[in-house]
Nanobody
Framework: QVQLVESGGGLVQPGGSLRLSCAAS????????MEWYRQAPGKQRELVAR???????NYADSVKGRFTISRDNAKNTVYLQMHSLKPEDTAVYYC???????????WGQGTQVTVSS
């Protein structure tokens, strides 16, 4: 079955940077848009960024100009480069394959990002 495995999270100071990775397996990676979500304690899970199969990107207003989503189809990996991190970016970040009607959603296990001084 499809597997998505996030990595790269950790503790970083405000203003710092992290790059998250999501490695996909058992799927034809290049055929799907990929998404990053995040969920902070007590808050709804929110869509952070999306990249289409053709490389077009979309971002939540809260991260525009600071985060960049990219993909390497040869490595079956999607990335989220995060700069100028703020405490409010603290959350568990999840990788997700774009949903398709009638097919289960596939999520990674999540990786914790903590932004604190």
């Amino acid at each position: 079955q499809v597997q998505l495995v996030e990595s790269g999270g950790g503790l970083v100071q405000p203003g710092g940077s992290l790059r998250l990775s999501c490695a996909a397996s058992k799927m034809i990676f290049s055929l799907y848009a990929m998404e990053w979500y995040r969920q902070a304690p007590g808050k709804q899970r929110e869509l952070v960024a999306r990249i289409t199969r053709g490389g077009s990107t979309n971002y939540a207003d809260s991260v525009k100009g600071r985060f960049t989503i990219s993909r390497d189809n040869a490595k079956n990996t999607v990335y989220l480069q995060m700069h100028s991190l703020k405490p409010e970016d603290t959350a568990v970040y999840y990788c997700k394959r774009e949903g398709t009607a009638g097919i289960p959603d596939y999520w990674g296990q999540g990786t914790q990002v903590t932004v604190s001084s």
